[in-house]
């Protein structure tokens, strides 16, 4: 069976009214996704239709691995350093 690899948004909170997941990867499948998020619905929709098993990728919030908070992504968490 094909597989969709999907995981969680970190910066979106519950009810905020935007779409929640990204697929990260697939098994099995030649597909083309043209949408960077996409909501619950839509996934399992995508998924029904292409005869795939969803699989919810576990958070980094996880023992050993870091828990970034919001703000602390690539783009925030390097700091640049000038010397006058």
Same mark, same amino acid.
Request: hydrophobic share 35%; aromatic share 4%; net charge positive.
């Given at each position: 069976?094909?597989?969709?690899?999907?995981? $969680?948004?970190?910066?979106?909170? #519950? &009810? =905020?009214?935007?779409?929640?997941?990204?697929?990260?990867?697939? !098994? *099995?499948?030649?597909?083309?996704?043209?949408?960077?998020?996409?909501?619950?619905?839509?996934? $399992?929709?995508?998924?029904?239709? #292409? &005869? =795939?098993?969803?699989?919810?990728?576990?958070?980094?919030?996880? !023992? *050993?691995?870091?828990?970034?908070?919001?703000?602390?992504?690539?783009?925030?968490?390097?700091?640049?350093?000038?010397?006058?």
């Amino acid at each position: 069976m094909s597989k969709l690899f999907v995981r $969680e948004r970190r910066q979106i909170g #519950a &009810g =905020a009214g935007q779409p929640r997941f990204r697929i990260v990867a697939s !098994e *099995g499948l030649d597909m083309r996704v043209y949408v960077p998020h996409m909501r619950r619905v839509e996934l $399992e929709q995508l998924a029904a239709a #292409a &005869g =795939a098993e969803i699989v919810y990728l576990a958070r980094g919030d996880q !023992e *050993g691995e870091p828990a970034h908070g919001r703000g602390e992504g690539r783009r925030h968490g390097r700091r640049m350093h000038h010397e006058g």
